[in-house]
T-cell receptor
Framework: NAGVMQNPRHLVRRRGQEARLRCSPM?????VYWYRQLPEEGLKFMVY????????ESGMPKERFSAEFPKEGPSILRIQQVVRGDSAAYFC??????????????FGPGTRLTVT | GQQLNQSPQSMFIQEGEDVSMNCTSS?????WLWYKQDPGEGPVLLIALYKAGELTSNGRLTAQFGITRKDSFLNISASIPSDVGIYFCAGQLIQGAQKLVFGQGTRLTINP
């Protein structure tokens, strides 16, 4: 009965490097969401994906950030050419397909990205 | 964009006391959820509310979905040390698979 899995839990990158964050949703869940949390703040929505489709990317910065959820494998949040302001905790959540019950989102433990 | 105003920002209480926190919005939300976050962890779902006026309990926790659909509150009765953490309200504009808008959080500290 595994929950949402995220790895790595901690990631350190130098300015200009790329960061790749991975998320495996709960078993049976086909909707994935990414959120960002700065210290002492609430979570901010970034992007919502279903398998092979980006449904809503209204919270995603226009440059350097991209996300995918391929047919096979985990969802990936990719940040290119990281800057210090990208340092934050990134959380993935998943929810079940429409029509299969409650749509609550369940969160993973997060990836804490530090840019030096 | 949509915003949720959560209050209070922090609370310092004695063990055994009851706690109340609330969330308000200028927009109508069709789902309200309450999460708890411990340091270094992801938010854990406590209660989900789907209908205006709905009152739902989960052990010592009780939450209500406001009649106007613009507010919600969470009560914790007889607090214990493991209740320490940050509590977040979250709203969903459309029920179903849709982004959540989060409040700023209420940090709960309990003196034994």
């Amino acid at each position: 009965n595994a929950g949402v899995m995220q790895n790595p839990r901690h990631l350190v990158r130098r300015r200009g490097q790329e960061a790749r964050l991975r998320c495996s949703p709960m078993k049976g869940h086909s909707h994935v969401y990414w959120y960002r949390q700065l210290p002492e703040e609430g979570l901010k929505f970034m992007v919502y994906l279903q398998k092979e489709n980006i449904i809503d990317e209204s919270g995603m910065p226009k440059e350097r950030f991209s996300a995918e959820f391929p047919k096979e494998g985990p969802s990936i949040l990719r940040i290119q050419q990281v800057v210090r302001g990208d340092s934050a905790a990134y959380f993935c959540a998943s929810s079940p397909p429409r029509g299969t019950g409650p749509y609550e989102q369940y969160f993973g433990p997060g990836t804490r990205l530090t840019v030096t | 964009g949509q915003q949720l105003n959560q209050s209070p920002q922090s609370m310092f209480i004695q063990e055994g006391e009851d706690v109340s926190m609330n969330c308000t919005s200028s927009s109508i939300f069709n789902t309200w959820l309450w999460y708890k976050q411990d340091p270094g962890e992801g938010p854990v779902l406590l209660i989900a509310l789907y209908k205006a006026g709905e009152l739902t309990s989960n052990g010592r926790l009780t939450a209500q979905f406001g009649i106007t659909r613009k507010d919600s509150f969470l009560n914790i009765s007889a607090s214990i040390p493991s209740d320490v953490g940050i509590y977040f309200c979250a709203g969903q504009l459309i029920q179903g698979a849709q982004k959540l808008v989060f409040g700023q959080g209420t940090r709960l500290t309990i003196n034994p």
